[in-house]
């Protein structure tokens, strides 16, 4: 009871501490901590905080001169946009209308090209302004808008500068950035026609997918423990107690990750989801072992722990003992492989070698019907437990007869054989005082039978 109670108050704790592990990844954490570049990072972030993200909406070779009203919805848009800092969006297009639109342009080479609504007449006058926009009124818009030729002035693409507001957390980024496309996709623009993009649009995107990512293969992964372990264990009951203490050694490494300031990101849920191959072993030995014991429940889980317990933990120690050097290490990558991977070995140790023999004791199936072992009670050192062997009845001595033939101990030493009472031909009674053999060798009838005191 107090085995299952420690199990139950762990998983309870680290179902918590797995809800609020937060989904974050910083590519910073990949520079050493002792390096320069990680001094410069850390001072800057401390002298000079981001304020932001800088993005940019970018467009292909598209008919711009029959676009207006969507150009012109999408920087109100985007300006009124409560993810986006007032007056950051510099949309080139709205540049151009206020130019044309401006009370200040009398120049006859410019208002000829317009008509009533002070926009240019055509598509050609259009691309005409656009360029003169760029090199004579508006020079900062010239990395804005890419030409195909001076003499032609196509524009096969452009883009417009916005600024993303300061964002606490990864579900403000992602929202942030779904926000913004939806925004292009509300104004009439199709993906392959315009779109928008920031550079930390990389991290935020992989933040987006990688918890389902997580949750997905981990899914699957523990669907093929459970196949393989219900095949290679050939009992049902057995496997789902397996698959049990699989899941609760996932769900406790996923919750104390948050504890020990670990987060949601490529480096974690890779180690994670290979961990289930480590987590598995401590269990599935087990579980296998005490189907191969007859007797109750409770003396074979004790039998269990005895045969196969020192071997999981000698493994599951020479495992730890294998990545305990990086514990030190100032690389993110290898200190995260280190915390992970003691947490699969110190949870599934605990699984496998505490919480899974109380399971099998209390809901464990039959053994197999093969199953050839015995639980040991008392033996002499050096003597095992012979398959089947026959019960004696109460209040006689404990002596197994052993046939003999051709030398055959069944296993036993030689030094432990010893001749049985001669038997009489005549009235079949033993001249020794020793117990009759069992009803089981009563075919035994020639001088072969030997006794074996345990």
């Given amino acids: 009871i107090i085995v299952t109670l420690i199990a139950v108050t762990l998983l309870g704790v680290n179902i918590w501490g797995f809800v609020e592990l937060e989904l974050y990844f910083d590519r910073n954490w990949f520079l050493p901590d002792d390096s320069y570049a990680r001094s410069y990072t850390k001072a800057e972030a401390r002298h000079f905080p981001a304020d932001g993200f800088t993005g940019y909406v970018y467009c292909g070779n598209l008919d711009y001169f029959e676009r207006k009203s ?125 779109f928008p993009y920031s550079r930390a649009y990389l991290g935020w995107e992989t933040n987006k997918v990688i918890r389902e990512e997580l949750l997905r293969n981990l899914g699957l992964a523990l669907i093929c423990v459970f196949i393989v372990t219900l095949i290679l264990i050939a009992n049902i009951r057995t496997s789902l107690l397996v698959f049990v203490c699989v899941l609760c050694t996932l769900v406790d490494v996923a919750g104390t990750m948050h504890f020990w300031n670990l987060t949601i990101d490529t480096v974690t849920s890779i180690i994670l989801i290979l961990s289930i191959g480590l987590a598995v072993d401590y269990s599935a030995h087990i579980g296998h072992m005490f189907m191969t014991i007859r007797g109750s429940n409770h003396e074979r889980a004790k039998e269990t722990l005895g045969e196969m317990g020192p071997c999981v933990f000698y493994g599951g120690f020479s495992t730890f003992l294998a990545f305990i050097l990086l514990s030190n290490s100032n690389s993110y990558v290898f200190s995260t492989f280190f915390k992970v991977n003691f947490l699969v070995v110190l949870y599934g140790l605990f699984h496998g070698l505490v919480f899974l023999p109380v399971l099998l004791s209390w809901l464990g199936p039959p053994p197999y019907p093969t199953a050839n072992r015995e639980y040991r009670k008392q033996r002499p050192d050096g003597v095992e437990a012979a398959p089947h062997s026959a019960k004696l009845e109460e209040g006689t001595t404990n002596v197994a007869y052993v046939a003999t033939e051709n030398g055959n101990t069944n296993g036993y030493p030689m030094q432990n054989v010893k001749k049985a009472p001669e038997v009489s031909t005549q009235n079949g009674n033993h001249k020794s005082p020793n117990p009759s053999p069992p009803p089981e060798y009563s075919s035994v009838v020639d001088n072969s039978i030997t006794t074996v005191q345990t």
């Avoid at 151009?96 to 317009?114: C, E, M, Q, V």
């Avoid at 890419?146 to 980024?173: C, G, M, N, V, Y």
């Fill in 70 to 194: 969507a150009f012109e919805s999408l920087d109100s848009s985007m300006d009124s946009s409560s993810d986006i800092y007032a007056g950051t969006t510099d949309s080139w297009y709205s540049a151009l209308t206020t130019w044309l639109a401006a009370p200040s342009t009398t120049d006859t080479s410019i208002t000829s090209l317009l008509d009533a609504n002070k926009f240019p007449v055509d598509e050609a006058a259009f691309n005409n302004l656009t360029y003169r926009l760029t090199t004579e009124q508006a020079p900062r818009t010239s990395n804005y808008i890419k030409f195909s030729t001076q003499s032609d002035l196509d524009i096969t693409a452009s883009r417009f500068p916005f600024r993303h507001i300061q964002l606490s957390d990864s579900s403000s980024e992602i929202s942030a950035m779904d926000n913004t496309r939806a925004l292009v996709k509300a104004a009439g623009f199709s993906t392959s026609e315009c």
